[in-house]
């Protein structure tokens, strides 16, 4: 029989997975509600409102609901390493997606395991992907080729970059970069949405800085080194990010993660988080989602 301590403790944001950063803000909430309630009311009740609401916070991991969404937003506007969420976390505007996007997604066309199979093929016949009975790897030189495009557009601003992953879609797909505004904004938020104009959200792609960086420089990559054609290049620049040894942003070396962290990590606070990522082990950015 699991205790009253158990049953009401919620696993997903206490012990280990207790996010500190959260956990402040929400101490911070807190004291500044019972400073009030003693200010305008009495002591004593402050006192057990705040007893009261320590206790939800150790059993639960948070007391204002919706705290995964907001605090690390929040959390990473506070000065101190104390508040840092290392970047990480995927701070998505309203209407944006959860995990990024493809420029391949632009051509739902294709049924997409017939799609994903003929891409393979593809990529194999022209000597990008190698196999063996062993596994499947990327072509050396065309991952050095790949990585020197990455840091040739890693410096380029958001503009810049739109324009690159624009002459790496299909023709007649449009790119805009989407910035949240308001105070929820965090500086290095930005997406960039590939559409075919029409304004119909159904058929937008919202793609992170560091996978439109991964994409655009694959296709250019594919451009040069192969005859590929462009709709090709445009599908196959989503399944190479699965190749990715090197962060697009960052240049940090990209690993396999489970991590679900509170609130921060690869993985991020929903219900239905992926388990497996591939994510930069220096700056967080999310790379490729495993489904
Ligand atoms: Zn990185």
């Known amino acids: 029989m699991p ?30 509600a019972c400073a009030g309630v003693a200010r305008r009311r009495s002591r004593s009740l402050a006192a057990a ?9 150790a059993l639960r991991g948070y007391l204002v609901p919706y705290t995964p969404r907001f605090a690390p937003r929040l959390a990473s506007r506070l000065p101190g390493e104390f508040f840092d ?6 701070t998505s505007p309203p209407g944006a997606p959860e995990s990024s996007a493809s420029l391949g997604d632009a051509d739902d066309d294709d049924d997409e395991g017939e799609a994903g199979e003929e891409v393979l093929a593809a990529l194999l016949d022209a000597g990008v992907v190698l196999a063996d009975e062993q596994r499947v790897s990327l072509d050396d030189d065309f991952r050095a080729a790949w990585r ?4 040739d557009l890693r410096n380029r601003d958001d503009e ?8 790496a879609a299909p023709t007649g797909q ?4 989407v910035t949240p ?6 500086d290095d938020t930005r997406w960039f949405v590939v559409s075919d104009g029409s304004h119909d959200p159904a058929n937008e792609n919202w793609l992170s800085r560091p996978v439109a960086l991964s994409e655009a420089a694959a296709v250019r990559t594919l451009a040069d080194d192969t005859d590929l054609s462009e709709g090709r290049r445009a ?29 921060g990590g690869p993985g991020g606070a929903s219900a239905d988080a992926p388990d497996e990522v591939l994510a930069c082990g220096d700056c967080g950015a999310r790379l490729y989602t495993f489904e």
């Open 3 to 32: 205790s009253l301590y158990e049953r009401l403790r919620n696993d997903d944001y206490t012990g280990e997975r207790r996010c500190w950063p959260c956990t402040a803000v929400n101490a911070a909430i807190l004291l500044a």
């Open 49 to 57: 409102a705040g007893l009261g609401g320590a206790a939800v916070i």
């Open 85 to 90: 969420h290392g970047d990480t976390a995927p």
């Open 148 to 151: 020197d495009e990455m840091r």
């Open 160 to 167: 810049a970059l739109a324009a690159a992953l624009r002459a």
């Open 174 to 177: 449009e790119v805009d970069v």
């Open 181 to 186: 505004s308001g105070w929820l904004r965090q």
């Open 235 to 263: 599908q196959a620049a989503g399944p190479l990010r699965t190749f990715l040894e090197r962060c697009p942003a960052c240049d940090g070396a990209v690993e396999e993660t489970t991590e679900v962290d509170c609130c």
